[in-house]
């Protein structure tokens, strides 16, 4: 992390694992398998232990999302403030970039979303060939992205990677 202040810090959270639709099952019902609930509490708990805790949690309304805000309301505390958004679940990178904005003059946001739209606002932010998605956005993948200034416009701007969390496998296979 860094030592000052960010002026922004974004958080970004890709679903943990969740399995396939059932047969009629709607793809926006679908639900943390074993090692998703496992890596949502991993990653709650890593994000709690290292201070990373912000001022609002906007949420996709998405069955596997909610169930990965879960452990952050037990890991930060009750009072933290997690609202569910319909259109994270299927609306485009434009909408998570436009809801950062939109709340750009808080401390911190995090967004429990779905890919592509993570990593696309990743990128979007910290350029296309970033070295912590050489893989691809994983499950359960948690982004701390500070921003050093804001310009005139309100618009965020000048970010840097300062925290990439990833739940270690041999602890979700304890779990």
């Known amino acids: 992390m860094q030592d000052s202040a960010p002026a922004f810090r974004l958080i970004l959270l890709r679903h943990a694992r969740s399995g396939w639709a059932l047969p009629g099952q709607r793809d926006f019902d679908r639900m943390l398998d074993e090692t998703g609930y496992a890596e949502a509490k991993l990653i709650a708990q890593s994000a709690a232990d290292r201070g990373i805790r912000p001022d609002l949690?906007?949420?996709?309304?998405?069955?596997?999302?909610?169930?990965?805000?879960?452990?952050?309301?037990?890991?930060?505390?009750?009072?933290?403030?997690?609202?569910?958004?319909?259109?994270?679940?299927?609306?485009?990178?434009?909408?998570?970039?436009?809801?950062?904005?939109?709340?750009?003059?808080?401390?911190?946001?995090?967004?429990?979303?779905?890919?592509?739209?993570?990593?696309?606002?990743?990128?979007?932010?910290?350029?296309?060939?970033?070295?912590?998605?050489?893989?691809?956005?994983p499950p359960a993948g948690l982004a701390v992205i500070d921003f050093s200034t804001r310009s005139a416009a309100g618009r965020i701007s000048a970010a840097a990677l300062s925290a990439w969390l990833l739940p270690e496998p041999e602890e979700v296979a304890r779990r």
């Open 57 to 137: 949690i906007l949420c996709s309304t998405a069955v596997r999302c909610r169930q990965t805000a879960e452990p952050f309301r037990r890991a930060l505390g009750e009072d933290i403030d997690i609202r569910y958004v319909d259109q994270l679940y299927a609306g485009p990178a434009a909408v998570y970039t436009d809801l950062v904005e939109a709340h750009a003059e808080r401390a911190s946001l995090m967004l429990i979303g779905h890919n592509p739209m993570i990593e696309d606002v990743f990128r979007r932010f910290l350029g296309e060939e970033h070295s912590a998605l050489a893989n691809g956005y």
